[in-house]
């Protein structure tokens, strides 16, 4: 059964840079049919989603937010990860790692189990 | 953008009513269309994907239906582990995006 697992800091101070990595298992991150995406949720909203990554390093991102993220892939590792810079306080949030299993109807059926990051001094 | 507008944002039913959430898209989204479910401190769960398709080891209970810019998501004998909060989200464009959630409590 495929699993992932957020991994990373959980505190993190303005203007930093939050590097966050997710380990998948149970599965391989070089599947052709699977994207592997970021997607947050501030404290008692909703979801937002953040990019996409290929295994060959592709990425798409999300083009409301400002160009502070970066998805990188390992596929040595199985892993992926996103750096977030410049933080604010606004940028607190769970942060979820995700398989976009999907490329066409673009659905996101298997989840990490998040990781709450707080920015704060 | 495309703006996901869901309906109501919170709703309060018995045990073995039937529930309808709907949600609703700023433009046509074919059938690009998912259900999940989010109880608290945990994760999303894909329930239904493209529209109306049930996501494997979704109870039949939950169904979903609609097209281009109006989607429902109904349960049609709601249960107690029902409790929960739901998204729409659409894949029809990037960037994906999610309704604001309808939280469902049991009476």
Not at chain 1, 16 to 22: F, K, P, V
Not at chain 2, 43 to 63: D, K
Not at chain 2, 73 to 99: K, M, R
Request: glycine letters at 8%; proline letters at 5%.
């Amino acid at each position: 059964q495929l699993q992932l697992q957020e991994s990373g800091p959980g505190l993190v101070k303005p203007s930093e840079t939050l590097s966050l990595t997710c380990t998948v298992s149970g599965g391989s991150i070089s599947s052709s049919i699977s994207y592997w995406d970021w997607i947050r949720q501030p404290p008692g909203k909703g979801l937002e989603w953040i990019g996409s990554i290929y295994y060959t390093g592709s990425t798409y991102y999300n083009p409301s937010l400002k160009s502070r993220f970066t998805i990188s892939v390992d596929a040595s590792k199985n892993q992926f990860s996103l750096q977030l810079s410049s933080v604010t306080a606004t940028d607190t949030a769970v942060f979820y790692c995700v398989r976009h299993g999907d490329t066409s109807h673009n659905w996101f059926d298997s989840w990490g189990q998040g990781t709450l990051v707080t920015v704060s001094s | 953008d495309i703006q996901m507008t869901q309906s109501p944002s919170s709703l309060s039913a018995s045990i073995g009513d039937r529930v309808t959430i709907t949600c609703r898209a700023s433009q046509s989204l074919s059938n690009y269309l998912n259900w999940y479910q989010q109880k608290p401190g945990r994760a999303p769960n894909l329930l239904i994907f493209a529209a109306s398709s049930l996501q494997r080891g979704v109870p039949s209970r939950f169904s979903g239906s609609g097209s281009g810019t109006d989607f429902t998501l109904t349960i049609s004998s709601l249960q107690p582990e029902d409790s929960a909060t739901y998204f729409c989200q659409q894949g029809y464009s990037i960037p994906y995006t999610f309704g604001q959630g309808t939280k469902l409590e049991i009476k």
